[in-house]
Nanobody
Framework: QVRIVESGGGLVQPGGSLRLSCAAS????????LGWYRQGPGEQRELVAA???????NYANSVKGRFTISTDNAKNTVYLQMDSLKPEDTAVYFC???????????WGQGTQVTVSS
């Protein structure tokens, strides 16, 4: 069992920035996949960004060039740097840690991001 705690959400104006953090209770070194997802009001949860096998990075088309996913293995933490935020980025953001290709992954409780003037 891996416990996950997300933080860093909040209210920001359009064009602003936030950095989300995902702290894991276990080592994230050699984890199969580390990802950030989001779920807007009345919407399904969608992938925002993910690192697979420590080398393959994927972004949703809607955030490419604005968001950056990164990790700090020493701190067992995954980050999501979000720049040039738009109102449509408003959602609850969830971290997912998937230890192996055959496991479904562990979820955090989510952190709210609201982009509004």
């Amino acid at each position: 069992q891996v416990r996950i705690v997300e933080s860093g959400g909040g209210l920001v104006q359009p064009g602003g920035s936030l950095r989300l953090s995902c702290a894991a209770s276990a080592s994230i070194f050699r984890i199969y996949e580390l990802g950030w997802y989001r779920q807007g009001p009345g919407e399904q949860r969608e992938l925002v960004a993910a690192i697979t096998r420590s080398t393959i990075i994927n972004y949703a088309n809607s955030v490419k060039g604005r968001f950056t996913i990164s990790t700090d293995n020493a701190k067992n933490t995954v980050y999501l740097q979000m720049d040039s935020l738009k109102p449509e980025d408003t959602a609850v953001y969830f971290c997912n840690i998937r230890p192996t290709i055959t496991t479904p992954g562990y979820w955090g409780q989510g952190t709210q991001v609201t982009v509004s003037s």
